[in-house]
């Protein structure tokens, strides 16, 4: 009985989109993004969820300017993801995989929804000016973005940051020390999140390390390769 031919077909997903290039640049582009929105918020909006909401009046614009950036931070965040558990493979453990990506889906999930928190207070105000500011609708939304935000959202990035170090360790995905500043990143986001802005920039911070680390670490595993061929 012959054997079918083999099939001349392209395959339907090119490998070059799997690299761990493709997760390096989708994690660099993630942390810009995020940081830079973090950052406009940083100073446009006090951190008090208490606060009456002047910063409708003066600094509206920046703020909406944040929020557009985060959409484009989530795609690059759900690429990142992807990319990273191609590459961690048949080495991920099924326990650790599932909190890293559950969480890392959650992260997103409580960001998205304090985004549009803010965005609806955004739309609120440019439709009723006098009444919102002060107002107690005005307030729920405020803290309701805050509580999303700084409680949910970044709690869960630091679940993901510890689950994410541990299959570091274990699969050598990065250098043990990345490992190491990703557990201690994670415990100044679960005890300063809700009280502090500035310890948000960490995930960011840290995702961009990794990101780093292995887009360094392809390049000199091909300049490896190719030094190979050549000899």
């Not at 992807?82 to 890392?104: I, M, N, P, W």
């Not at 309701?144 to 630091?158: E, G, L, P, Q, T």
Request: charged content about 10%; some cysteine.
């Amino acid at each position: 009985m012959r054997n079918p031919p083999p099939s001349s077909e392209p395959p339907l997903i090119h490998p070059g989109l799997k690299t761990p290039r493709a997760a390096a640049i989708a994690g660099i582009l993630f942390s810009f993004l995020l940081t830079c929105s973090l950052g406009l918020f940083w100073q446009s909006v006090p951190l008090s969820p208490r606060e009456t909401g002047s910063w409708l009046e003066t600094s509206s614009e920046r703020v909406a300017l944040a929020l557009n950036l985060i959409p484009f931070a989530g795609v690059a965040f759900l690429w990142f993801l992807g990319v990273l558990r191609d590459r961690l493979g048949e080495k991920e453990d099924q326990f650790f995989a599932t909190v890293f990506l559950g969480s890392g889906l959650l992260f997103l999930g409580m960001l998205f929804v304090a985004a549009s928190a803010m965005g609806g207070l955004i739309h609120a105000y440019s439709a009723a000016t006098d009444a919102l500011v002060g107002s107690p609708s005005f307030s729920f939304g405020r803290a309701f973005a805050f509580d999303a935000m700084h409680i949910y959202a970044f709690k869960m990035a630091a679940v993901f940051l510890i689950s994410t170090s541990t299959l570091a360790i274990k699969t050598k995905l990065v250098a043990r020390s990345i490992a190491y500043l990703g557990y201690a990143s994670a415990l100044f986001l679960l005890v300063g999140s809700g009280y502090l802005d500035w310890p948000l920039f960490i995930f960011p911070a840290w995702v961009l390390l990794v990101s780093v680390y292995i887009l360094i670490d392809n390049m000199r595993g091909s300049n490896g390769l190719e030094s190979t061929e050549g000899g």
